[in-house]
């Protein structure tokens, strides 16, 4: 330590004497080192005497302090042996508190055991135990809301017992096997009060004028949990319950449908048979019939009714939720309906009463399949709904009632799916298929009969609107309004249909004409085309028919244009069809012409004018055709001039003798106005 020192302060001495002014002088100034020397040597001393006298000086002072130095090591002494005995003691303390934490650890886990332990024998306790007042409530108390809590206690109770029977550290227990007994007699005592019960409340459904809905959802309902005890513990009594409950169902849900059924017939108007065809020549047979729909039968076709005040397509306006019809108000009010509105009506009741008792059995049977309860309880009304449906369809001639009778089907299918209720799924179908294959039975029909009229002698007499034209176009009007703005899967169907039968009705009304004068036949065409386009237009539906029977239509009026022309005008037209082709036409014939024409263009005017509003019934067509006649007219007189400018060096020669364009326009204009105001 002190060798270090020193050598240290050698170091810095040195380092002193590098850096001395006066050395660096010295050396600077060439002096000699050992004279310089001694004067350093002198100087030490000196300062060694000053040192020597300041310690002299301050010998009491550290006589002091070596005396406070040496107390102090003896306090630190007595510090260090104090400190020393609290260590010893701080150890003694660690070992105990380690011990304490030891113990504390193992109360801690003793106490955790013994509240396991407490709980879990609380809970084996309150699982098996029985309270007497709970069994003598379950044995003898009445069976009402509140004994169905105490149902559900007992199947918690047999739940806990079985599952602790199953455990190791339970299953041989004294307690579990008592317990189990005891809950078996319960058990067994409650399934036999449940089943009388239920059987009480389902045969009671029984008694005349009871409402079998009420009953289920005010009082059955609350009993769910009792059907839900027997399914489980008691599968063989819970079937027993089924069974009757469907048995009595089925009995009274077929009585209901059988009367309802029965009540609505009551209310059927009869709207076509087997004789209103569209073919159908009329005979005295359907002059009776006359009586009922109208005139030429065309009532059976139409969407409004008889009576005037029952629109047939209302009922799929509203079809989902307008009320079933009630058979004893509908007779107070002395209403009749077509058979689809009391189709309709039986169905809604039979698929509301089908969706509420699926609902109910699925909720009330809860375990069992409620397919089999909807089938066990509505086999044999679907039987009589499909055997009643059969029965009408056999001797059903109404088109437009099986349509709308597969609309109202369509929707229910859409409604059940909806519903996701599928146990009616084949029910749906096959009346689907009945009605389907009935339609297209009828709608042949329909097709025949146009077919052996067109076979047959049958002519027109005049040249107004055919009644089979009447009758079809009725028809195509109102099955078109109902497949477009109540469209179903049958759609395709329908214009395949349809479409057969314009073809035959097309040739059927070229027939027809054949027996009249030419110009009469193509009136006749006119007037039974216009028909048909005109009540098609009317109804704001735009089915291919109607395309069809427009060209027909403006074909047929192109035609008689040409005929009422030739009436009056057949040399002149026919000269101005060869002139055009001519480079030399007779001048002559063409000035004798002109001058005719120029003389005699107004009665002509006036005559063809009378001649074409009278052939006419409809005043709108007549007025239109006119139009057409005289404006071909027209176009024909100014080919007749470009004819002159072309044959006459000097036409304006002839023109002062003749008629100009502007004046036939001017009077074909007035002509025109006078019929158009």
Not at 340 to 361: A, G, I, Q, W
Not at 538 to 555: C, D, M, Q, V, Y
Request: hydrophobic share 40%; with cysteine.
């Amino acid at each position: 330590m002190t060798s270090n020192s020193s050598f240290q302060d050698f170091g810095e001495a040195i380092f002193e004497l590098e850096h001395s002014e006066e050395m660096k002088e010295a050396l600077l100034q060439g002096k000699e080192l050992g004279s310089f020397t001694k004067k350093v040597g002198n100087d030490v001393k000196k300062e060694l005497n000053f040192t020597i006298q300041d310690y002299v000086l301050e010998e009491k002072n550290l006589k002091q302090v070596n005396q406070q130095i040496e107390s102090c090591e003896g306090m630190l002494e007595t510090m260090a042996q104090l400190l020393n005995g609290f260590q010893h003691d701080l150890g003694n303390v660690s070992v105990e508190i380690d011990e304490l934490q030891r113990a504390s650890i193992s109360m801690n886990q003793s106490l955790k055991n013994r509240k396991q332990l407490t709980g879990e024998l609380d809970q084996f306790i309150k699982q098996i135990v029985l309270d007497p007042q709970f069994i003598v409530d379950l044995c003898e108390g009445d069976i009402n809301e509140s004994w169905q809590k105490l149902l559900r206690i007992l199947n918690r109770k047999i739940q806990a017992c079985e599952f602790l029977s199953t455990q190791p550290h339970t299953q041989n227990t004294f307690s579990i096997k008592y317990m189990s007994s005891i809950l078996e007699k319960l058990k067994w005592k409650a399934i036999c009060r449940v089943r009388e019960f239920l059987l009480y409340r389902v045969l009671s459904l029984r008694k005349p004028k009871t409402n079998v809905q009420i009953i289920q959802q005010s009082v059955l309902i609350k009993y769910k949990h009792s059907s839900q005890f027997l399914v489980e513990f008691a599968p063989k009594y819970a079937l027993e319950i089924k069974n009757v409950y469907v048995e009595t169902l089925n009995a009274i849900f077929l009585h209901y449908i059988k009367a309802y059924s029965t009540s609505l017939s009551k209310l059927q108007i009869d709207i076509a048979t087997k004789y209103d065809l569209i073919g159908m020549q009329d005979s005295s047979f359907s002059q009776i019939r006359r009586k009922t729909f109208g005139g030429g039968n065309s009532g059976v076709f139409s969407l409004t009714v008889s009576d005037g005040k029952t629109e047939r397509s209302s009922l799929l306006d509203n079809l989902q939720e307008a009320p079933a019809i009630v058979p004893h108000i509908a007779q107070e009010k002395g209403q009749k309906y077509p058979y689809e509105f009391l189709f309709r009506s039986l169905n809604h009741m039979f698929l509301d009463t089908v969706s509420s008792e699926y609902l109910f059995s699925r909720e009330f049977f809860e375990g069992l399949d409620p397919s089999l309860i909807i089938h066990g309880i509505f086999a044999n009304i679907i039987v009589f709904l499909i055997s009643e449906l059969e029965l009408y369809l056999s001797n059903c001639y109404d088109v437009l009632g099986l349509y709308i009778m597969m609309t109202v089907n369509y929707h229910n299918r859409m409604k059940m799916k909806k519903r996701r209720i599928t146990h009616l799924h084949s029910y749906l179908e096959r009346v689907d298929s009945l009605i389907c294959d009935r339609f297209k039975v009828v709608f042949q029909m329909n097709v025949d009969s146009v077919k052996q009229t067109l076979a047959s002698s049958l002519s027109a007499t005049d040249t107004r609107p055919h009644y089979i034209t009447r009758r079809y176009t009725e028809f195509v009007a109102s099955l078109s309004i109902l497949y477009i703005q109540y469209p179903t899967d049958h759609e395709d169907l329908v214009k395949t249909q349809l479409e057969q039968l314009r073809n035959y009705m097309e040739n059927l009304i070229a027939k027809l004409g054949l027996a009249l004068p030419k110009k009469q036949r193509t009136v006749f065409l006119i007037s039974n085309y216009d028909l048909i386009t005109s009540i098609l237009e009317e109804k704001r539906i735009h089915p291919a028919e109607l395309n069809s029977f427009k060209g027909l239509h403006s074909t047929a009026v192109k035609l008689f244009v040409e005929e009422e022309l030739m009436t009056y005008y057949e040399p002149f037209i026919q000269f101005i069809k060869h002139s055009e082709s001519e480079t030399n036409p007779n001048l002559a014939i063409m000035e004798r012409l002109a001058k005719d024409f120029s003389s005699s263009f107004r009665s002509v005017i006036e005559q063809m004018s009378s001649d074409v509003i009278n052939y006419f019934s409809n005043f709108r067509t007549g007025t239109e055709i006119l139009s057409q006649v005289l404006t071909q007219l027209a176009m024909y007189y100014s080919r007749f001039e470009e004819v002159i400018k072309r044959s006459f060096k000097n036409a304006n020669e002839l023109r002062k003798d003749i008629v100009s364009i502007s004046t036939l326009k001017f009077e074909i204009q007035k002509r025109i106005q006078h019929y158009s105001l």
